[in-house]
């Protein structure tokens, strides 16, 4: 079974950096479009971006398009996601999530973002 | 305020079917496919639905999705304390160019 796992999480500082990643266990890596959802705790999901299976097509939501960039290295079937100039609205759980044949299959259990100064 | 509405809660007695309904407009529900996902807090989401009404493996076939137009509805028939957590359904938004949730719908078992 597919596993993904998300490291990078933890308390930065509003207008601070940080880098997001997640690990995919499967075998369809390569050929699979890859997003990120975040869930404010408390709140509903609400999804980030995604990235398309040869790294070149991206897309992001209104409210983070600008400051946050994702990206894969699919020799290390790895997605990421930068996240620059955050604000106490970036606090949240961020989910790596699978998308293959259509259908976001597979979530990561999340890793938490904290921005307070 | 998300462009997907749910009722905010549902609730049922064991073994009785409860239904959760998604409304949407002509950019999402009404020209792409709709998923459903359950979430237990403290867990990552499953998705129940794909493509409006198909069940991924290990789906029990008490969960079943519908749509007709620009809403959507899942139904969990024989409801068991299990089932108790948020379901949100999602679809693609063509204008906003998003994958849209919905506001998310507690299922309390009574």
């Known amino acids: 079974e597919v596993q993904l796992v998300e490291s990078g999480g933890g308390l930065v500082q509003p207008g601070g950096s940080l880098r997001l990643s997640c690990a995919d266990s499967?075998?369809?890596?390569?050929?699979?479009?890859m997003h990120w959802v975040r869930q404010v705790p408390g709140k509903g999901l609400v999804w980030v971006s995604r990235?398309?299976?040869?790294?070149?097509?991206?897309t992001y939501a209104d409210s983070v398009r600008g400051r946050f960039t994702i990206s894969r290295d699919n020799a290390q079937n790895t997605v990421y996601l930068q996240m620059n100039m955050v604000g106490a609205e970036d606090t949240a759980v961020y989910y790596c999530?699978?998308?293959?044949?259509?259908?976001?299959?597979?979530w990561g259990q999340g890793t938490l973002v904290v921005v307070s100064p | 305020q998300s462009v997907l509405a749910q009722p905010p809660s549902v609730s049922g007695t064991p073994g009785q079917r409860v239904t959760i309904s998604c409304s949407g407009s002509?950019?999402?529900?009404?020209?792409?496919?709709v998923s459903w996902y359950q979430h237990l807090p403290g867990t990552a989401p499953t998705v129940l639905i794909c493509?409006?009404?198909q069940r991924p493996s290990g789906v029990p076939d008490r969960f079943s999705g519908s749509k007709s137009g620009t809403s959507a509805s899942l139904a969990i028939s024989g409801l068991q304390s299990e089932d108790e957590a948020d379901y949100y359904c999602?679809?693609?938004?063509?204008?906003?160019?998003?994958?849209?949730f919905g506001s998310g719908t507690r299922v309390t078992v009574l």
């Open positions: 493509y409006n009404y």
């Open positions: 999530v699978r998308e293959f044949n259509g259908i976001r299959d597979f």
């Open positions: 002509n950019s999402n529900i009404g020209r792409d496919s």
């Open positions: 499967g075998f369809t890596f390569r050929r699979d479009w």
């Open positions: 990235i398309n299976p040869d790294g070149r097509t991206t």
């Open positions: 999602a679809v693609w938004d063509n204008i906003l160019n998003s994958y849209v």
